[in-house]
């Protein structure tokens, strides 16, 4: 059974940064694309960024591109978003999710394709 556990979450003020975290258990973990997500109060939940199988191709939001970076770590079953420049539109719940297909030649641009999700971890930037 999947695990994903989602921290570093917190309320900072514009500018600040964060780093997201997501340990992954129950999967063998270098064989699925990751992603991050994020849904604020009476909103759909939104892609924000994603990293492939292999590491090598990331895919972001225009929204974030350039203040946020995503990155794994496969020795140790981890997923990491750092944030910088952080803006209130930046808010909301951010959940780490994984591929519903290993080794896909396609990364991670929707929730539909989404197979395990994480429990979420509030992020709140202030003006």
């Known amino acids: 059974q999947v695990q994903l556990v989602e921290s570093g979450g917190g309320l900072v003020q514009a500018g600040a940064s964060l780093r997201l975290s997501c340990a992954a258990s129950g999967l063998t973990f270098s064989d699925y694309g990751l992603g991050w997500f994020r849904q604020a109060p009476g909103k759909e939940r939104e892609f924000v960024a994603a990293i492939s199988w292999h590491g090598t191709v990331t895919r972001y939001v225009p929204s974030v591109k350039a203040r946020f970076i995503i990155s794994r770590d496969n020795e140790n079953n981890m997923l990491f978003l750092q944030m910088n420049s952080l803006k209130p539109e930046d808010s909301g719940v951010y959940f780490c999710?994984?591929?519903?297909?290993?080794?896909?030649?396609?990364?991670?641009?929707?929730?539909?394709?989404?197979?395990?999700w994480g429990q979420g971890t509030q992020v709140t930037v202030s003006p």
């Open positions: 999710g994984v591929d519903r297909q290993a080794r896909s030649s396609v990364v991670i641009s929707s929730p539909q394709v989404i197979g395990s």
